[in-house]
């Protein structure tokens, strides 16, 4: 990372709500939540959310949630890094971050959505998963008919130790 400026890992405070969102529609890839989505995220659900601060700016984020039925389990509702920073590794080292906080709160599993043709996002779960020591595995979840617009199927990826069954 020679040359590269120093990623500071931090908690969302609202004043990053647009920025999130700016990060979000800029992908190409995500499907944009509301701006309004956003602020609530970096409002509410903090706890379970990161971003990447890169030069005193946002330079990438992850927003998820405990489920209510499996408070154990945590999901991942997006990750995006700015194109300005990514292939630096910092999608893992966010969810990294995130869930080192959350294992000590009792979360054992990360799930998360992944459309089959989604390299980059199947490439940083597995990557996750290698470099923690834990199982990933993959079923069908949404199929196409499930959406009202012609969205790609998405697999549920879920990340936990080989004891934990999903």
Not at 107 to 125: W, Y
């Amino acid at each position: 990372m020679h040359g590269e400026s120093a990623a500071l890992l931090r908690t969302p405070v609202l004043d990053d709500g647009a920025r999130l969102w700016r990060i979000a529609a800029n992908s190409g890839v995500l499907d944009t939540n509301s701006s309004y989505a956003y602020l609530l995220w970096c409002r509410d659900f903090a706890a379970t959310s990161a971003v990447v601060e890169i030069d005193g700016e946002v330079g990438g984020f992850v927003i998820g949630y405990l489920r209510p039925q499996q408070p154990g389990t945590f999901f991942v509702w997006q990750v995006a890094v700015d194109r300005a920073h990514r292939g630096r590794g910092l999608g893992v080292a966010m969810l990294g971050f995130l869930l080192d906080g959350l294992i000590e709160q009792g979360v054992s599993a990360l799930e998360t959505t992944v459309s089959p043709d989604n390299t980059a996002s199947i490439a940083m779960f597995s990557a996750l998963a290698r470099r923690r020591g834990s199982l990933l595995t993959r079923r069908p979840l949404f199929d196409p008919g499930h959406f009202p617009d012609g969205h790609e199927p998405e697999h549920l990826f879920r990340i936990a130790p080989d004891q934990e069954v999903g």
